[in-house]
């Protein structure tokens, strides 16, 4: 196999390691109402076993290079790479997650057998475990960023799978919410590495800050950026104040709670900061560090003191996980990369194996008690039931061949390493930080063994009455189990085989060997023989140090009223703004109309009323006055006329009468003029005549 | 130019496949109104038809297209047409393509086809339904590929009438109040919009309505600055109505609530994207230096779409409502991403538009369907539907995690890019002073609020999912009915779009990129245009001093 070849074929290898489930997800997803439930129950067990025979192969492929990738399936503006690590480590941890999955999917046919139940189940748990899978071999952290909300997404869908009880359901929220919040701090920082170093690749990322460290404003991104990712991280592996949704995420089903506490989710967290913690020990970046492994030491000693005190077996185990996660960001932050992961391993197959022995048991009891199991018979018959719980019980404590001691013990020294290292270089104040957590490691590997011994202790035979069970766990077939106590003894032999490089090498690590051992094992001796095996929880420990209590107040709360204020603001003020001044147009409209209808109309009406007025005036006029002198007028002449007609009677001598008259009476009219007119003449002729 | 014949004329304007985009859904239109009025079959086989040209069009032109335009963008390539229209006002019909509006186009494309499909529930007055909805296609599509503002503007006003009677006549109990503030508000808006548009036909002295010559015109350097804040004001009262930012946003929830389903399709997914492509083809591109000088206001109020949207979308109980207001929320992140003036913030805007509108749409038509068959949308009358409607349920959850901007799906790139556009602001926000810092620590401040904005989007839709799907189920529920071909043939392209657009951002990005980035050229250019002449003239001035 030639160069190019391993390359590419780790490429094929990583890819459909990644795709596999999703697309046996989306196979049962489309298939499960054709075809019979056992068969899409077999398909899933097929996807997550031909995922984890392609992880597998993927590890023996030795490619020349960490990183592969499908480069020009990406994008030049949003430098989004569909890049992978194919690094061996990255190629063991995706091995263990796509194994606890094909468990996971196995012993759930088991569990859902007697329940009715919807096969949605088997398709989004095959992209769940996709996500994971994505998670862990992605190199660009855009790309993980996807996988990491696909986990979100689909743990939120898994928890809250029976649909109809409340509890499952808020549960979910709460795990959603809890980790959506941290999702948008590592939004925050991918852009604020974008912002500086423009690359969305780790490894660019890393390559160019090892460049331009130097510079004050690189070293201020990185130290912004890096406490966003490790707060993300840390709410995702529910530390700190947010360790609440794990402990409420046991209302989901069993199987989910594996897989949730196992390798995925809750250690997608510890993967992330694991690609970045290594550059910040490299260029001294110490506040994230400090940040992240403050937050777990402190959350270490909270959650195993849950796990001491509870008396719910699911709730020790998930108390349980919380611890040991912290102890792997503790491990990353120290740099004892090796101890991080191992114990992420390790953590993944004993964790898985108890949750499902403990599934196993509350399904088939309905009880999850302690003090209740621990008078139940249910154990006694079972040996393969009592000789995993055993084993889980032991590897948890951290004792010593035990794979979790090996973790442990590589984590303390390591740390004991930075305390020295701190004060050599006469930086006081971080030395004590060291310190304290140091100190808190031991406290947690104290509390860690206390608790397993309750644990080991429900496994003792001799333990348990010997009163006959009414209850049959017939779905207990050996094989889950089996695969069970195979992968706890894998790990276990490993450790063996792997034990030169856990064994002390100087005398740092030999004070570290003895004091980490002798807190293990005096709190086991403390746990099994001085405590009895259920005792009253203090208050503040059953109501989780009141952080969930607090965040609801001065998150969740404020933010609902806040919404409701908001939406009576949008509807009472902005709409009624906005209304008003449509209303104030149709006011305004109003007022024009009815200056339009009473002034401008009034006017013109008033004209025309003036003008129909002399219309009547000139009307009466014309009618009465006009017309009437007229009538008046013609009628009077008419009978003027009447007497003129008179002596019309056509004889010749009244005619001539007439004419005399006229003549007679003309003269007389004009006779006083005649004659005046004839004095003139005369005169006129006798001036004429008597002047000369 | 204006020696061409008619047939010249007519026979360009056949050839071009941009036209056939715009007239063919017109044309086939006034044709339904031709039809028998009770064969409702022929009515939607041929508004199918209507919708299915222009997307046979849009792929044929598609192949010939080249997006990365350089510096002289547009003129003589993607089928661009410029014919003399009215000549006396110097107005021409022209059309072309760049990867601002392509991607618009495509959108239209896909979502009125959806949109017609979803339309087959219809049952009465379905030629007036057709003719409308058909009218309104064409109008979209004028509106994204005119080049010419007073081509622009017409089409712009189409849209509003064919959207105002589907409300009116088809809309719920209280359309004559939505359908009449929709159409009075987002008028009101345009007619600011025209104002400015004559005003920058008069100042850019281009003598054109031409929108690329008016935005590259050289005198915009000279021109007074008041008088540019006064038409960059004019321009952005049009578009800022019509996404709608935040104060001018109330006539949405209601015109959403009210209108049909179809119609709310197209409302959200289409007639939002107009003020977004406006935005960018009109106000930022001509006028830079003002956009810089309100770019804080604007990213502001953007900022405040998104938070405060999404917080009232939280204190929702009617489903449709929700999905309203998320659009304004939604809208907020384009708007942040066009304040922010870089190439990430342009490409996010449009990468966001093109999603919201796929994803949007399909959610009003999610709404659509459990109203048909529960004659509610009250959440307290739903719940527990998860056991009922498996697929239904499916697809619901895959949407609304799409739209509450899951990465790997469609929505998150628009949003991722929007935001990296705020916290990557070019130097040129220096010089810009806001109440805390200058602008570059303005809008790293508005970025955080916006990722606030997407997790306050997440605890809603989730409280959504919470209440429909989950939770104890109502007896009455229990016979509903799952999903039916015909809308699963809406459905399942959505979802295949939503994801295959998430997983591979790049043949949107390939599109839109290069008229993004060279956006973010030309304006960065105008600045140092700018700059030149002001030390020209500061030297021209000292010399006179001399």
């Not at chain 1, 959650?303 to 996980?321: F, N, P």
Request: glycine share 8%; with cysteine; aromatic share 14%.
């Amino acid at each position: 196999m030639n160069f190019g070849a391993a390359q590419t074929t780790s490429l094929l290898l990583t890819i459909g390691a990644i795709k596999l489930p999703f697309i046996f997800g989306l196979l049962v997803f489309i298939l499960k109402n054709h075809i019979d439930k056992q068969w899409i129950y077999r398909l899933s067990v097929i996807g997550a076993a031909a995922c984890t025979a392609v992880n597998a192969l993927n590890l023996t492929i030795n490619a020349p290079y960490d990183i592969v990738s499908q480069s020009y399936i990406g994008n030049s503006v949003i430098k989004f790479d569909y890049a992978f690590y194919t690094d061996t480590l990255t190629k063991v941890v995706a091995l263990i997650v796509s194994l606890v999955g094909l468990i996971v999917i196995t012993v759930a046919g088991i569990y859902f057998k007697e329940k009715s139940y919807s096969l949605r189940f088997f398709s989004i748990i095959q992209v769940f475990i996709t996500g994971m899978l994505g998670l862990v071999y992605s190199e660009n952290i855009l790309l993980a960023f996807i996988f990491w909300e696909l986990m979100g997404i689909t743990s939120f869908l898994l928890i809250a799978y029976d649909t109809h009880r409340e509890p499952a359901i808020a549960a979910a929220k709460k795990a959603f919410f809890y980790t959506k919040f941290g999702d948008a701090f590592l939004l925050l920082a991918i852009i604020l590495l974008y912002s500086k170093f423009e690359q969305h690749s780790i490894k660019s990322i890393i390559q160019i800050a090892q460049e331009t460290i130097t510079s004050p404003e690189v070293r201020a991104i990185l130290v912004i950026s890096g406490i966003f990712i490790g707060f993300a991280a840390l709410i995702k592996s529910a530390q700190g104040v947010f360790m609440g949704w794990l402990l409420d995420a046991m209302e989901g089903p069993a199987p989910v709670s594996a897989l949730l506490h196992a390798a995925t989710m809750v250690a997608a967290g510890v993967i992330l900061v694991g690609r970045f913690s290594p550059m910040w020990i490299e260029l001294k970046v110490i506040e994230p560090l400090i940040f992240i492994a403050g937050i777990a030491a402190c959350t270490a000693i909270l959650a195993g003191l849950i796990a001491v005190y509870t008396d719910d077996l699911k709730r020790l185990l998930a108390a349980s996980t919380i611890s040991h996660l912290s102890l792997m960001y503790i491990g990353l932050a120290v740099s004892s990369l090796t101890g991080s992961w191992w114990l992420l391993g390790a953590h993944a197959s004993f964790k898985a194996g108890l949750f499902l022995i403990v599934g196993i048991i509350t399904v088939n009891l309905g009880i999850s008690s302690l003090s209740k199991l621990r008078s139940s018979s249910i154990l006694e018959n079972d040996k393969w039931l009592i000789a995993s719980l055993g084993i889980g019980g032991l590897v948890l404590s951290g004792l010593p061949i035990m794979s979790g001691f090996f973790a442990k013990e590589s984590i303390c020294g390591a740390t004991l390493e930075r305390i020295i290292d701190a004060f050599s270089e006469k930086s006081i104040a971080i030395g004590f930080e060291w310190s304290a957590i140091y100190l808190l490691i031991l406290g947690s590997a104290f509390i860690t063994a206390m608790y397993s011994a309750r644990l080991f202790k429900l496994a003792k035979p001799q333990l348990l009455s010997i009163e006959l069970s009414k209850y049959k766990i017939t779905q207990i077939k050996n094989l889950p189990l089996n695969l069970i106590v195979i992968g706890l003894v894998i790990s276990f032999v490993y450790a063996l085989l792997k034990i030169n490089i856990w064994f002390p090498s100087n005398i740092t690590l030999w004070i570290s060997f003895i004091l980490g051992l002798s807190a293990s094992i005096t709190g086991f001796w403390i746990g099994s023989v001085l405590m009895p095996i259920t005792h009253i929880e203090p208050t503040i420990i059953a109501k989780r140090y009141y952080f969930d209590i607090v965040i609801n107040k001065i998150v969740m709360e404020p933010l609902y009223e806040l919404a409701s204020l908001c939406k009576s603001f949008d509807e009472k003020i902005i709409d009624r703004f906005v209304n008003m001044i449509g209303n104030l147009g149709v006011w305004i409209s109003k007022q024009i109309a009815y200056f339009d209808e009473k002034l401008l109309d009034g006017v013109i009406r008033t004209i025309a009323y003036i003008y129909g007025f002399f219309t009547l005036l000139s009307n009466f006029l014309d009618r009465f006055i006009i017309d009437g002198l007229v009538k008046q007028f013609c009628e009077t002449w008419s009978r003027i006329y009447k007497y003129i007609k008179l002596p019309q009677n056509g004889q010749i001598q009244a005619y001539l009468l007439a004419i005399m008259i006229t003549v007679v009476s003309f003269a007389l009219i004009n006779l006083p003029k005649m004659i005046e007119t004839v004095q003139k003449i005369m005169e006129i002729q006798r001036k004429a005549t008597g002047g000369s | 130019m204006n020696n061409i014949t008619p047939i010249q004329y007519l026979i360009s304007i056949v050839t071009n496949p941009l036209s056939w985009i715009i007239f063919a859904p017109i044309i086939i239109g006034f044709l339904t109104l031709m039809l028998d009025k009770k064969s409702i079959n022929s009515h939607r086989a041929t508004a199918l038809i209507g919708s299915i040209i222009p997307l046979v069009a849009i792929i044929f032109a598609h192949r010939g297209f080249t997006f990365d335009l350089g510096p002289d963008p547009l003129f003589g390539k993607n089928y661009y047409l410029s014919l003399p229209w009215i000549d006396v006002l110097n107005i021409s019909f022209t059309i072309g393509a760049d990867g601002l509006n392509w991607p618009m186009v495509w959108l239209v494309a896909i979502v009125s086809i959806f949109a017609v499909i979803a339309s087959f529930k219809i049952t009465e007055r379905t030629k007036e339904y057709f003719f409308l909805i058909l009218l309104m296609q064409g109008a979209l599509y004028g509106v994204f590929l005119s080049l010419d503002y007073f081509l622009f503007y017409i089409f712009w006003e189409l849209t509003l009438i064919p959207m105002y009677f589907l409300i009116a006549i088809w809309g719920g109990p209280n359309r004559q109040y939505a359908a009449l503030k929709f159409l009075i508000y987002t008028l009101t808006g345009s007619i600011f919009m025209l104002f400015s548009i004559i005003g920058m036909y008069y100042y850019s002295g281009t003598n054109s309505f031409l929108m690329i010559p008016i935005a590259q015109a050289e005198s915009w350097h000279t021109v007074f600055l008041a008088l540019k804040h006064l038409i960059f004001l004019g321009l952005f009262l049009g578009f800022a109505v019509k996404i709608p930012m935040f104060p001018f946003h109330t006539w949405l929830p209601d015109a959403h609530v009210e209108a049909p389903t179809p119609v709310s399709m197209i409302l959200a997914a289409l007639l939002l994207k107009m003020g977004i492509y406006g935005f960018m083809r009109s106000a930022y591109f001509t006028l830079p230096d003002i956009a810089l000088s309100w770019g804080p206001f604007i990213g502001t109020l953007a900022v405040i779409a998104i938070v405060y949207g999404g917080l009232v979308a939280l204190a929702q109980r009617d489903f449709k409502r929700l999905i309203a207001y998320s659009s304004i929320a939604h809208m907020g992140f384009a708007m942040l991403g066009i304040s922010a003036m870089n190439a990430d913030g342009f490409i996010g805007a449009t990468y966001m538009a093109v999603a919201h509108g796929i994803i949007t749409a399909a959610l009003f038509f999610m709404v659509g369907i459990l109203e048909e068959r529960t004659k509610t949308r009250e959440f307290s009358e739903l719940g527990g539907l998860m056991t009922v409607l498996p697929n239904y349920s499916a697809i619901l959850i895959l949407l609304s995690i799409a739209s509450m901007g899951l990465p790997g799906l469609m929505s998150f790139w628009g949003e991722f890019l929007a935001l990296r556009g705020a916290f990557t602001v070019s130097e040129y926000w220096s010089k810009v002073s806001t109440i805390i810092g200058n602008g570059q620590e303005w809008f790293t401040f508005l970025g955080f609020f916006g990722i606030l904005g997407i997790l306050v989007a997440a605890v809603y839709f989730i409280t959504m999912l919470i209440k429909v799907l989950m939770g104890p189920i109502k007896e009455r529920w229990a016979l509903l009915k799952d999903i039916k071909f015909l809308e699963a043939s809406v459905l399942i392209p959505t979802v295949i779009i939503v994801v295959i657009l998430g997983l591979f951002p790049s043949p949107l990005l390939n599109i839109t990129q290069y008229s993004c980035v060279d956006l973010h050229h030309s304006i960065v250019l105008k600045f140092e245009r700018a700059k030149e002449i002001r030390e020209a003239r500061a030297a021209q001035g000292l010399s006179i001093q001399k």
